[in-house]
């Protein structure tokens, strides 16, 4: 891994992905995040079925959190944010104490609050120089990484040098998105594949509760197309959102075949692994 940059590093980007299949079991996680380079790698107690792994080395700290999807299993497990209960705002403030940060996923926020004493813990406790502080997960881990870092950077202001996110879900309104790229919006590397559904919920425009109008993205998108060609460009993105209607009604049948196939950690993985050529080209 690279850890002298905090622009996009193909070896980051699959290193990171890695890490965040080695996040979905704790023992794994150990064994995987040693076999990256890690010398201390810690999982944190298990909160709600919310698992964080705390790894270092010389060079950096890096935070890494389980998402909600079972290759094993091959089904999404809702567990408690693709409900409409769970998709409500809450604001920043509320969560971590910093005012004007806009309002982030209620359920989110729910399932980082409870583990957040130990992780901050054992960061300070594994930093034992100038490592850098870097983030990573997929599906829920990715909003659960993206969140992290926010209340590193807006709450404790400790600066992140990186933060890579796959299959990762809607996190914030328009004031968090809009500050969250302000201030991470260089370092945050957000994977989108193909047809992984679980990206666009919740939906952008959310009419079930007052004053609730709006759920958004921010970092630097990298969308591998049908044939598994990355991109950065908006535009990839912007027809996939025109492509379906997607809101939490009829996701139990959009969460079959491709678009559950293209969400899958492992899939990730592949798509970076064949595409090493284009993606050493990216540029933004």
């Given at each position: 891994?690279?850890?002298?940059?905090?622009?996009?590093?193909?070896?980051?980007?699959?290193?990171?992905?890695?890490?965040?299949?080695?996040?979905?079991?704790?023992?794994?996680g150990?064994?995987?995040?040693?076999?990256?380079?890690?010398?201390?790698?810690?999982?944190?107690?298990?909160?709600?079925?919310?698992?964080?792994i705390?790894?270092?080395?010389?060079?950096?700290v890096?935070?890494?959190?389980?998402?909600?999807?079972?290759?094993?299993?091959?089904?999404?497990?809702?567990?408690?944010?693709?409900?409409?209960?769970?998709?409500?705002?809450?604001?920043?403030?509320?969560?971590?104490?910093?005012?004007?940060?806009?309002?982030?996923?209620?359920?989110?926020?729910?399932?980082?609050?409870?583990?957040?004493?130990?992780?901050?813990?054992?960061?300070?406790?594994q930093?034992?120089g100038?490592?850098?502080?870097?983030m990573?997960?997929?599906?829920?881990?990715?909003?659960?990484?993206?969140?992290?870092?926010?209340?590193?950077?807006?709450a404790?202001?400790?600066?992140?040098?990186?933060?890579?996110?796959?299959?990762?879900?809607?996190?914030?309104?328009?004031?968090?998105?809009?500050?969250?790229?302000?201030?991470?919006?260089?370092?945050?590397?957000r994977?989108?594949?193909?047809q992984?559904?679980?990206?666009?919920?919740?939906?952008?425009?959310?009419?079930?509760?007052?004053?609730?109008?709006?759920?958004?993205?921010?970092?630097?998108?990298?969308?591998?197309?049908?044939s598994?060609?990355?991109?950065?460009?908006?535009?990839?993105?912007?027809?996939?959102?025109?492509?379906?209607?997607?809101?939490f009604?009829?996701?139990?049948?959009?969460?079959?075949?491709?678009v559950?196939?293209?969400?899958?950690?492992?899939?990730?993985?592949?798509?970076?692994?064949?595409?090493?050529?284009?993606l050493?080209?990216?540029?933004?």
């Open positions: 891994m690279n850890f002298k940059t905090t622009a996009w590093d193909y070896d980051n980007h699959l290193a990171f992905a890695k890490a965040s299949n080695a996040a979905y079991d704790a023992d794994f150990v064994a995987g995040l040693k076999a990256l380079g890690f010398d201390t790698v810690v999982p944190l107690p298990v909160v709600n079925d919310i698992l964080g705390v790894a270092s080395n010389s060079e950096a890096v935070c890494v959190f389980r998402g909600t999807i079972s290759e094993k299993q091959g089904k999404l497990d809702p567990n408690n944010w693709v409900t409409d209960a769970e998709a409500a705002q809450v604001p920043f403030e509320d969560c971590f104490g910093v005012p004007q940060i806009g309002s982030v996923h209620e359920g989110f926020a729910k399932a980082l609050l409870p583990i957040w004493a130990s992780l901050t813990a054992e960061v300070e406790r930093r034992t100038a490592q850098g502080l870097w990573a997960g997929h599906s829920l881990g990715g909003s659960l990484a993206h969140l992290a870092a926010a209340a590193f950077t807006f404790l202001r400790e600066p992140v040098n990186g933060v890579y996110t796959y299959g990762q879900p809607r996190i914030g309104d328009i004031t968090f998105c809009t500050l969250s790229d302000n201030h991470l919006g260089d370092v945050h590397f994977s989108v594949n193909s992984d559904i679980v990206t666009r919920v919740p939906p952008r425009i959310f009419p079930h509760f007052p004053g609730l109008e709006y759920y958004g993205h921010s970092g630097k998108l990298i969308y591998f197309d049908d598994g060609v990355p991109h950065t460009d908006e535009v990839y993105w912007n027809t996939f959102l025109a492509s379906v209607d997607v809101g009604h009829d996701m139990g049948d959009l969460l079959d075949g491709q559950i196939t293209d969400h899958f950690i492992g899939h990730y993985i592949a798509r970076i692994e064949a595409a090493q050529t284009a050493l080209g990216l540029k933004w």
